[in-house]
Every structure is written in structure tokens, then in C-alpha cells.
């Protein structure tokens, strides 16, 4: 089940929400900061500072507080790009999709080499179900050599998910690949979205062994990732590795009970064969 931007839920799959956010700061303790911050709003006067301030609260899913900023910010430094471009990415996440449209277009139309912009405006057009205008402005955005490898790699992923919602898989896992061989720490969040969604389109594909040593580095470990012990359970599975699969489903219900991962796992469990007689 891919996982990925900001973003409606996608047809296939459990939520087209959030890779750019929750890979940038989903492990960020934000809420408590944002507590802290809102008050900062009224006192704050640079434009930087207010941006600042109006990011963290997208971290959090605060919109509001974020326009709050913004607008605060745009009344000195009407023709910011990246402010107006900060308020397309607020505006969407309130769902008000006319109005981020129109943010976006005002940041690129005062910096059309603003190259964040055309990533988030491919999640924008996501979000709107035009998967072609989508993947339009992710390839702007990747046209730009100067692009940092960490945001390049949240581009190929936001691209990936695309790619799997149409349904080609070898594209995905092509764009997917890339963006996992950026080399980032493995404590950074997008390094497990990057991995799971393409260990989700190597197993569609009947690459179990692939699909293994994908997920071997989310694997094992104290902190479970259901997601990961699901996909490596189901390679197993297809790999005739019943014991393993089993091993690895039944964590998954440890480690994430009443979930969707957890009902997918139980009805692989339901279908693998008896346990009695085996060694």
C-alpha cells in the first residue's frame, strides 16, 4: 500500500498524504513547539521569521496558523515566491484547492525557477486526481541540477507514488530506486517511505527477493515497522517460505493491532497452510 504526499487518498491504497510533510518532520516533536509558538505570531515582524514560524505549523497540520503568518509576512514582502508558495502548500492542506492553485501560480510567476514550487504544485495537481500535470511539474523540478540530493529524493518519491497509482510499476520502481540510492541517513523519515512504497512494487512485480533486501534495514529491529514486516512477510509467502512469513505477519499484529496492516496480515495468516506437521 504506497504511501506518499500531501494529498487525497489514493484509489489503490491507504492514504496519498503527506511524503513531503511527514518526510521532512514527521519524527519532529512539533505539536509541543507549536503550542509554544502560536502566540510568536502577533510579535513577529521580519518576513523570514513569520515563513519560518508558518512552516513549522504545516509540520503540525496547523494551516490556519500558518496563513496567519504568511499573510502577516506577504503584507511587507507582497511578491515573496516562496511565501506565496508556503500558502499554496496551506491552502491545500485545508483543501481550498482554487486557492492554492492560485498561490502556486503567483510563486512561479515571480520565480519560475523557484524549483520547490514546481514539487509542490505536482502534489497539488496529486491531490486534484491529474496525475499528467503531476508528474509535469515533478520533472521540472527535476531538471534542476542544483537541486539537493535530499530534495530531489522527495521529488522521485512524490513521482514513484504516481506511478504506482497508474499502475506502472516498472516506472515506479525505476524512479523509486533512484531516489533510494541518495544515500540518506536511515533515520530520516522519507528513507522508509522511499523503501517501503518500493518493496510494495517490487512484491506486485514477483520480486520477492528483491523485495527482502529492500526492507532488511526496517526489519528486526526494537522499534517495529508494520508496514515493512507485513511486505516482508508476504515475500516470504510468495517465496514458498511459509515459518519466515508466518513469523513476520504475526509481528505485525504485535506491533500495529486493529490496523489495516494488522487485517492484512491476518488474512495472509488465514491462507498460509497449517502449522501442524511442520517442522
Not at 524549483?115 to 491531490?127: K, P, S
Not at 499502475?167 to 517501503?196: C, F, H, K
Not at 520477492?208 to 534495514?217: N, P
Request: hydrophobic letters at 45%; proline letters at 5%.
Amino acid at each position: 500500500m504506497c504511501t506518499s504526499t500531501i494529498g487525497r487518498a489514493p484509489r489503490s491504497s491507504a492514504a496519498f498524504l503527506l511524503l513531503s510533510l511527514a518526510a521532512l518532520w514527521l519524527a519532529l516533536p512539533g505539536l509541543a513547539w507549536a503550542q509554544r509558538v502560536d502566540p510568536l505570531i502577533a510579535v513577529a515582524e521580519d518576513p523570514l521569521e513569520l515563513q519560518h514560524l508558518a512552516i513549522q505549523f504545516i509540520r503540525v497540520n496547523q494551516p490556519q496558523d500558518a496563513l496567519a503568518a504568511l499573510n502577516k509576512a506577504l503584507q511587507t514582502v507582497p511578491d515573496n515566491a516562496e511565501t506565496h508558495m508556503w500558502v499554496g502548500v496551506a491552502l491545500t492542506q485545508l483543501n481550498d484547492l482554487d486557492g492554492a492553485e492560485a498561490s502556486f501560480g503567483r510563486a512561479l510567476a515571480t520565480n519560475p525557477r523557484l524549483t520547490e514550487a514546481h514539487n509542490w504544485f505536482g502534489v497539488y495537481w496529486a491531490r486534484r486526481g491529474d496525475l499528467d500535470r503531476a508528474v509535469a511539474e515533478y520533472m521540472l523540478a527535476l531538471r534542476d541540477p542544483a537541486f539537493p540530493p535530499i530534495s530531489r529524493a522527495r521529488v522521485l518519491a512524490n513521482l514513484g507514488v504516481v506511478h504506482i497509482e497508474r499502475g506502472d510499476l516498472g516506472a515506479a520502481i525505476a524512479v523509486l530506486s533512484e531516489a533510494n540510492q541518495t544515500g540518506m541517513a536511515t533515520s530520516d523519515p522519507l528513507y522508509s517511505l522511499i523503501r517501503v512504497n518500493l518493496a510494495e512494487s517490487l512484491l506486485k512485480s514477483g520480486r520477492g527477493e528483491e523485495t527482502l533486501a529492500t526492507l532488511r534495514d526496517l526489519v528486526g529491529g526494537q522499534r517495529k515497522h508494520a508496514e515493512a514486516e507485513l511486505l516482508t512477510g508476504l515475500a516470504y509467502r510468495d517465496l514458498g517460505e511459509d515459518r519466515r512469513a508466518r513469523e513476520h505477519l504475526q509481528e505485525v499484529l504485535r506491533a500495529a493491532p486493529g490496523t489495516a496492516h494488522a487485517q492484512r496480515a491476518l488474512d495472509a495468516l488465514a491462507a498460509l497452510p497449517s502449522v501442524i506437521g511442520q517442522r
